[in-house]
Every structure is written in structure tokens, then in C-alpha cells.
């Protein structure tokens, strides 16, 4: 099993649409997680740092499972602009002893907002 | 204007020949980081630095070197011992220890694209 799995897509929704993002992780000692975003050829740029249950920022809003191991990422009245690779990303080496942390990205999930 | 720099945007070379890839940030952060990104796959961690002068291996650090020598700069050379240095780099860097490891935010800087031939 991958240490974080996404549905890779593409997600083709119409502009006004919502649309939902899974993601699945394995290391159940994971102590945050974080969504990025990615457009093409681009790096890849923070959207939302998950550190409890959840977390919403306008039209974002993540969800946070830690009992299944599982985090959204809702996206509602989508954009053209909000079309680019969703990256689910897991904190899996942090501690509070020192240790560096360690993220483990998801390969990512492709969005296309329409007219 | 705070954030990190990574320099040249795209860089070619001949096989057999070793090359360093700049990233400089001024965003004070005491921690930086090198992946790789290939095609369909997510992000890979090649070398990673908690602080000045020290730094550790990643998931795949084999034909890759390392140097930190200053908080600002973490350049990484991709040495000819790299079977498939063809791909894309990215330098990132976060507060590290000082903002708790465990809610340890990284911000990534614009890349270097890297072909080889």
C-alpha cells in the first residue's frame, strides 16, 4: 500500500460546481497534513495546513479522519483558476523529541474548472 | 520580498558531467530540503538540513551531494554517479525545529528543470 493515495483524475467539473478530494494515508502516527497546490510545470504552493479535525479558508474547506486515515479537500463554487494538481501531503517524521519532519506527497489529483 | 530562489530555471548537460543547483531563501528559516518530481509521480526527498552544517539523506540519495555552509544557500549537485538526473528539482525550505517540528510548513521555490543527454 502507497503511503498516501490520491485518485489521480482528472476531475472535469463545470465553473460553480463543488467538487471533493480523498485522500488515503498508512502511517498512523502522522501528526499533520497539508494540501498544496500545483499548476503546470510550476512548484507546487501551500493551500492548507490540517492539524486537528479540519480547517476552511473561503470556498476550502479540509477534513481530517484520523480514525480511517483519510483527509478531503472540498473545493465549492470551483473557478476557472482554481484548475491545477492537488497535492495530498502527510507529516510523517515529525516529533516533538527534534526530529526533522518528513512530508510524503501524493502523486496528486488533477482539477479542470469549465465554462 | 521574502522567499526562496533557485537558479537556473532550466539547465542542460552532457552525460558524465556533475552539476550544482543553486536555492538561496530569506525567509530565515533554519530548514531546507531538495526533491525530485517525475512524470506521475509525487515529490521524492533527496537531502534535507535541520541547520547549518549538517544534513541527512533522503529517500533517494545515491549520485547526489550536499552542502550547507550558510542558513541562506543549500545547493545540490547531481553528480555523474546519478543514474536518470533527468527531472525536475525543487528546494524547499521551513522554520524547522524553531516552528515545531510538528506543524512544520514548507514553502517551495519556482524549480530547476534538469536535462540531460
Known amino acids: 500500500r502507497k503511503e498516501v493515495e490520491q485518485d489521480p483524475g482528472p476531475f472535469n467539473v463545470p465553473e460553480g460546481a463543488t467538487v471533493a478530494f480523498n485522500c488515503t494515508y498508512s502511517?498512523?502516527?502522522?501528526?499533520?497534513f497539508f494540501w498544496y497546490r500545483q499548476d503546470c510545470r510550476k512548484e507546487p504552493k501551500l493551500l492548507m495546513s490540517?492539524?486537528?479535525s479540519g480547517n476552511e479558508d473561503g470556498r476550502f474547506t479540509a477534513q481530517l479522519n484520523r480514525a480511517s486515515q483519510y483527509i478531503s479537500l472540498l473545493i465549492r463554487d470551483s473557478k476557472l483558476s482554481d484548475s491545477a494538481t492537488y497535492l495530498c501531503?502527510?507529516?510523517?517524521?515529525?516529533?516533538?523529541?527534534?526530529?526533522?519532519?518528513?512530508?510524503?506527497f501524493g502523486t496528486g489529483t488533477r482539477l479542470q474548472v469549465t465554462l | 520580498d521574502g522567499g526562496i530562489t533557485q537558479s537556473p530555471k532550466y539547465l542542460f548537460r552532457k552525460e558524465g558531467q556533475n552539476v550544482t543547483l543553486s536555492c538561496e531563501q530569506n525567509?530565515?528559516?533554519?530548514?531546507m530540503y531538495w526533491y525530485r518530481q517525475d512524470p506521475g509521480q509525487g515529490l521524492r526527498l533527496i537531502y534535507y538540513?535541520?541547520?547549518?552544517?549538517?544534513?541527512q539523506k533522503g529517500d533517494i540519495a545515491e549520485g547526489y551531494s550536499v552542502s550547507r555552509e550558510k542558513k541562506e544557500s543549500f545547493p545540490l549537485t547531481v553528480t555523474s554517479a546519478q543514474k536518470n538526473p533527468t527531472a525536475f528539482y525543487l528546494c524547499?525550505?521551513?522554520?524547522?525545529?524553531?516552528?515545531?517540528?510538528?506543524?512544520?510548513?514548507?514553502?517551495f521555490g519556482p524549480g530547476t528543470r534538469l536535462t540531460v543527454t
Open positions: 524547499a525550505s521551513s522554520f524547522g525545529l524553531a516552528g515545531g517540528w510538528g506543524y512544520d510548513e514548507q514553502y
Open positions: 502511517n498512523s502516527a502522522s501528526q499533520s
Open positions: 490540517v492539524y486537528s
Open positions: 501531503v502527510v507529516n510523517t517524521g515529525a516529533s516533538y523529541t527534534g526530529t526533522a519532519s518528513k512530508l510524503t
Open positions: 525567509l530565515n528559516h533554519d530548514a
Open positions: 538540513s535541520q541547520i547549518v552544517n549538517d544534513f
